[in-house]
């Protein structure tokens, strides 16, 4: 069966990096890609952005843009999402999930890792 | 704001059937097919329906989803109180963004 499998939690400062990891099984990996979706305290589900698991290509949420990084390992089936400059309303739960780009946004889903931003 | 605009709270009592409405645009909803998540607290989003109208194995055929021009609708019939989630729908947008709802909390009275 399909499973996506985050890091654990992270406590990080203002203007640290945080590095989120996903490692998917269950499913042939560079078929699909891979979006990340944050959901911050009271709000609603935010996309932050995709990578392809075949070639590595991107595409960032303009909100995002210069701050956010993702990297995918084949060798691994391990996709990363760092995020820098962090400000307290980073603080979140992030979700890695599959994705097959122009047809479904997402299917399936990691369970999250919560990442707290502060002083 | 979100890109897609949904009524941040719907109810209904057990046995009844709810709708949740889902506004998107020309370069959204309508020229791409929607996905629909119910979201319990603490646990993942889970795919509800997608391609429009399609359920995954295991989804209750209490729910039910349509779509027309820009705008999509999620239906539960039968409510049941373990139904009460917040929902979401979403869809690509032209230029390969996914787009979400602002999420709908639906509470069963």
């Known amino acids: 069966q399909v499973q996506l499998v985050q890091s654990g939690a992270e406590l990080k400062k203002p203007g640290a990096s945080v590095k989120v990891s996903c490692k998917a099984s269950g499913y042939t990996f560079p078929t699909y890609t891979i979006s990340w979706v944050r959901q911050a305290p009271g709000q609603g589900l935010e996309w932050m952005g995709w990578?392809?698991?075949?070639?590595?290509?991107?595409n960032y949420d303009q909100r995002f843009q210069g701050r956010v990084t993702m990297t995918t390992d084949t060798s691994t089936s391990t996709t990363y999402m760092a995020l820098r400059s962090l400000r307290s309303d980073d603080t979140a739960v992030y979700y890695c999930?599959?994705?097959?780009?122009?047809?479904?946004?997402?299917?399936?889903w990691g369970q999250g890792t919560l990442v707290t931003v502060s002083s | 704001q979100s890109v897609l605009i949904q009524p941040p709270s719907a109810s209904g009592t057990p046995g009844q059937r709810v709708t949740i409405s889902c506004s998107g645009s020309s370069s959204t909803i309508g020229s791409n097919t929607v996905n629909w998540y119910q979201h319990l607290p603490g646990t993942a989003p889970k795919l509800l329906i997608y391609s429009n109208n399609q359920r995954p194995s295991g989804v209750p055929d209490r729910f039910s989803g349509s779509k027309s021009g820009t705008s999509a609708s999620l239906a539960i019939s039968g409510l049941q109180s373990e139904d009460e989630a917040d929902y979401y729908c979403a869809a690509w947008d032209d230029s390969l963004n996914v787009v979400f709802g602002g999420g709908t909390k639906l509470t069963v009275l």
């Open positions: 999930a599959r994705s097959v780009v122009g047809a479904t946004p997402v299917d399936y």
């Open positions: 990578i392809s698991a075949y070639n590595g290509h991107t």
